[in-house]
């Protein structure tokens, strides 16, 4: 039992060197890297919006915003005063979902003016 017992050490001992030679960590550890990709994913899934007119409720935006895909957080910028400020952000549940909202949306008449919708990593576009 004991000379199993070393060989398995042996072993996992080599798989641990092999995996430091290679760069790689263990399945299912926590790395740097693999935070930023996390934070990456999640800032792919939300969009910016502006332009909308600043009477519109957030119900009314909340339900565009809807019709494309499931959502997962929404704001919509208020003033002091508690009055929209006709922006905000809106998370999705998948990166495909906020794609497809920024291709719908963008430059869509929101009772007469053009709305703008447009993801993190992207400079604002002006409204079409």
């Not at 072993?11 to 641990?16: D, G, N």
């Not at 930023?36 to 409720?57: D, L």
Request: hydrophobic letters at 40%; aromatic letters at 10%; zero cysteines.
């Amino acid at each position: 039992d004991r000379a199993m017992a070393s060989g398995v050490a042996v072993a996992e001992l080599q798989l641990s060197l092999e995996r430091k030679r290679a760069g790689q960590p263990p399945p299912g550890w926590w790395t740097p890297s693999s935070a930023g990709a996390a934070e990456a994913q999640g800032k792919r899934r939300v969009v910016f919006f502006a332009n909308a007119p600043t009477w519109v409720t957030e119900r009314y935006v909340r339900r565009l915003f809807a019709g494309v895909g499931v959502l997962l957080k929404f704001r919509l910028n208020v003033d002091r005063d508690g009055f929209s400020k006709g922006e905000g952000l809106v998370m999705f549940a998948t990166t495909g979902i906020a794609q497809r909202a920024v291709e719908r949306l963008h430059g869509a008449d929101i009772e007469g003016q053009p709305f703008s919708v447009w993801m993190p990593e992207e400079p604002p576009p002006n409204p079409a």
